[in-house]
């Protein structure tokens, strides 16, 4: 029996996936898609995304005019809060991943969940990839292996961050099989351990100013809620920051942040130091603080300063700690790192090397701040090898069966 060969095999059901397949299919009715997906829902990691509220995309993103575009054509509508952070009108992640299964269900995608890719590989005399897959079944002796083929293949595995939710690193392993390379892959938007004990302010939430210091000078400053925890810090603002913070060459992780120092400023809207310290601080130091940082706060300062007004004054806006290090993949939401740019065409997200190889969402060396940065990323390179597909088929033309025609 004649083999099916699909137009396009999408490795990962994920946010780029589900969009490349739903404007593929879209775009050019009846083409022939197949989705691989490892968990038993497809858009698995949509639903986590922005506390279950899927921060989609951000006003600040050159792309999401058209990224809003395409939710509109599937049905999602979208509200902007005041910081311009997009999401689904409902603030209910569950509805963007049931639209992107639903859109692309509804052109015909098959989706395979519960389903490894373990392999890929291109004929280069037939001119087609072949995809292996493993069905998990309940003993070793149920597993099924079997492989799929495709002109096209969309690796949208995605990175190595959270991989509860599915995200092992496999895809870098096949990039490299396709001679690819993968940059430095380290875990991003994460919490920050720090050296000093910081479990006595476990809890406690601040509006701040953090800096990231390196030999004395800031390569990051954001303002925003910190959170204080046993292990160190947490909050956006600290996630932000965790992308600035490269081991450097040579470095490993035991001593690989010692170049770094966070300083928080615990009143970033006061000036005027001085006179602070003229009408508060000279005077008993446990009220001093009060009302201006929580009393743990004020009491680990007051014990670090033993109340002198000055020294008080100066820790409030500089309060240092020193990271030892982030907290890993597990509790990452991205990946940073992974195949360079240059190794790809980035208007249609296709390998340089093999053609009919494309790269989508987090697996491509790009990472962006918390603010829905990272999901755009996502749609925007799923959506841009969608039409790039589409526009090679319109170019190629079709057989009666609706399968391309070889060139
Ligand atoms: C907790 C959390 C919250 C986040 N919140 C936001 C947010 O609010 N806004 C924002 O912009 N970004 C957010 N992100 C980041 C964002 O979710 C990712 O950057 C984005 O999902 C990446 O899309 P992707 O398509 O590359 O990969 P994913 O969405 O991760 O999809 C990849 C898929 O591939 C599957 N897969 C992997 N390997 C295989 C294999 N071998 N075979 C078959 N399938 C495989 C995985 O199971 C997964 O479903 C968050 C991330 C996390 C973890």
Known sequence: MERKIYDICIIGGGASGLACAAEAGKLMPGISVFIVEKNDVPGRKILSTGNGRCNLSNMKCPGHEDVLRFFSSIGVMTRTD?????????????????????????TGAEIMTGAVCTACSFDEKERLYETQITVKGDSAAEHKAFSVLSRRVVIAAGGKAAPKLGTTGDGYRLARKFYHSVTTLAPALTAVETHEDLSPLSGVRAKVRLSLIVHGGSIFEEDGEIQFTDYGISGICVFDMSRFMVIPEGRTLINGFDDYAAEIDFLPDVRDVDSLVRERLAGEPESALRSVVKKPVAEMILGRTGGDPEMTAWMLKHFMVHPSGLRGWDHAEITRGGVPLNELKMDRMESKYFPGLFFTGEIIDFDGPCGGFNLENAWETGLRAARAIASDMETMGRDDNGRQQEE
Do not use: M, N, W
Request: glycine share 8%; charged share 30%.
């Open 82 to 106: 005041d910081a311009g952070r997009i999401y689904p009108y409902s603030e209910d992640a569950k509805d963007v991943a049931e639209a992107l299964t639903g859109a692309a269900l509804q």
